[in-house]
């Protein structure tokens, strides 16, 4: 069974950081990309971060880029997202996702939510002002 669980969420204050974890079962760890997308309250989920397994490639969507980072860690089948410099915009439950199709994560690009069919429960992170 194909079990994605999501923690490291909290509250903490504007600019401040968080590590999110994603740690994966039933799957093996090299097979599918990791994705991180989240979901604000009214709004639409957005992707936000993804790894390749095939080639290590990252991407970020705009509004992260340079105060989040992705990684794995491959021996645990664990993926991180390390937040920095938070703002209250960033408040949202994140999660991870995966598969079943192989490629989805590019340096320029990630594909949209629809494609992954294994999702965790979400952590909630909420940024205070």
């Known amino acids: 069974e194909v079990q994605l669980v999501e923690s490291g969420g909290g509250l903490v204050q504007a600019g401040g950081s968080l590590r999110l974890s994603c740690a994966a079962s039933?799957?093996?760890?090299?097979?599918?990309?990791i994705g991180w997308f989240r979901q604000a309250p009214g709004k639409e989920r957005e992707g936000v971060s993804c790894i390749s397994m095939s080639d290590d490639s990252t991407y970020y969507v705009d509004s992260v880029k340079g105060r989040f980072t992705i990684s794995s860690d491959n021996a645990n089948n664990t993926v991180y997202l390390q937040m920095n410099s938070l703002t209250p915009e960033d408040t949202a439950v994140y999660y991870c996702?995966?598969?079943?199709?192989?490629?989805?994560?590019?340096?320029?690009?990630?594909?949209?939510?629809?494609?992954?069919?294994?999702w965790g429960q979400g952590t909630q992170v909420t940024v205070s002002s």
């Open positions: 996702a995966s598969g079943p199709v192989r490629r989805v994560c590019y340096s320029d690009f990630m594909e949209e939510d629809r494609v992954y069919a294994y």
């Open positions: 039933g799957f093996s760890f090299d097979d599918y990309d």
